[in-house]
């Protein structure tokens, strides 16, 4: 590969990192309603067909903001479970962890959870950040726990219901704790087999 196409790599690499940071600005700053190709293209101060050069429209920025998010969320829960010494503060701190992030970037939340995207969950194409996300919760469980992909899945989904619900002001915010407390008593007193 030569010198000059290897430098016309990194700056289409560049570019479309450029994009998916600006919808992600824009999207927290105003909601994804004002994330439109048009808007992008003067933030980022490139022309539309640049932008879809690159994306294939709005559902293709979503989808890759998406995927940005799910190895922040990766390394956030990573680091949560690291710090904790012993498998049910593991599990505790993954699940505060992802509370946090879900509360802490929103619109990012969205895109990764309820915008509607073609990422691919639980099959052969899931992204690899989205699996090493999963992972963490998966490695909350003892390795000799058969059902831990099920214990895994049955918590994220609760923490799902959990943030969007405290999101939208269904369930108050102020009970989270005992929420959490609870599911997290729950799962790891079930029984393995």
């Known amino acids: 590969m030569s010198a000059l196409t290897e430098r016309r790599e990194r700056e289409r690499a ?4 450029l994009i998916i940071t600006a919808a992600r600005e824009l999207a927290e700053a105003e909601g ?35 995927i940005d ?3 922040e969320l990766a390394a956030h829960l990573r680091r ?4 904790a010494p012993e498998p049910e503060q593991a599990l505790r701190a993954v699940c505060r962890a992802y509370l946090e992030f879900a509360t802490e970037r929103p ?11 073609d990422v ?3 099959s052969t194409e899931t992204p690899p950040p989205l699996r090493s996300a ?9 390795p000799d726990n058969e059902r831990r992909e099920l214990f ?26 005992e929420r959490l407390d609870f599911l997290v008593t729950q799962i790891t007193r079930t029984p393995a087999d």
């Open 14 to 17: 560049h570019r479309h990192q």
């Open 32 to 66: 994804w309603e004002a994330v439109t190709t048009r808007r992008l293209a003067e933030r980022v101060e490139y022309s539309q067909p640049v932008l879809y050069s690159h994306f294939n429209g709005k559902d293709a920025i979503v989808s890759a903001v998406a």
């Open 69 to 71: 998010g799910f190895s």
């Open 80 to 83: 949560a479970r690291q710090a």
């Open 107 to 117: 619109a990012l939340y969205q895109a990764m959870f309820v915008l509607p995207t």
């Open 120 to 122: 691919k969950f639980a």
């Open 134 to 142: 999963f992972g963490e919760f998966v490695d909350c469980f003892r």
């Open 152 to 177: 895994a899945e049955v918590t994220w989904s609760a923490l799902h219901g959990m943030a969007v619900l405290s999101d939208s002001g269904r369930i108050p915010p102020a009970g989270q704790e």
